[in-house]
């Protein structure tokens, strides 16, 4: 990687993991240059978190900017990427805290940032599909999956699985 690229990246030390909880919970951990940032109860009342996220995935495969919220009871979380014009393989990632109570995305609303950073897109794309995979084969096993979400969006997950194997992202 050349040394203009490597500036623009201002994290090279990313990582998450998602957490299916059981009865419409959900959290998600993020390790960014060893800084945690926790996304937790995370509800699916509002929403499907993990149907948005995947769509989060295809959208960037893309190349397409792209938000999510990821509701709380009460309150939100905003996760804003977007692809940069100049160098369409980078994302730059920003973590918003939704102030206000909210229970669906909307424009008018107060946030305060609580991380910003740019990374390789395909490692975001890697390290989500790993998390689904894993949630995919925990999902087989009878006493993971009696609590968890039966409508968890496998078929959206299989999209997304066959496309980075077209894109060559994983094998």
Known sequence: MNTRIEQIITANNVDFIINL?????SDIFWVVDNKPINI??????FSDPHDEILDICLDLLDSKNCELYLFHEPGATKISFEVLKEHQHLVKVIIY???????????????KEVES???VKQQFLIIA?????KIT???RNRLYSRSRCS??????????ELKMRKDSLID
Request: hydrophobic residues 45%; without cysteine; proline residues 4%.
């Open 129 to 133: 599909y790993l998390q689904y995979k």
């Open 40 to 45: 937790d109860s995370i509800t699916h009342v």
């Open 21 to 25: 909880g059981s009865y419409g919970w």
């Open 97 to 111: 805290d939704v102030l206000d109570i909210i229970y669906q995305p909307t424009k008018d609303v107060v946030l």
């Open 151 to 160: 409508d968890f969006p496998i078929v959206k997950f299989k999209e997304l």
């Open 117 to 119: 950073f740019v990374m």
């Open 137 to 139: 084969l925990l999902l």
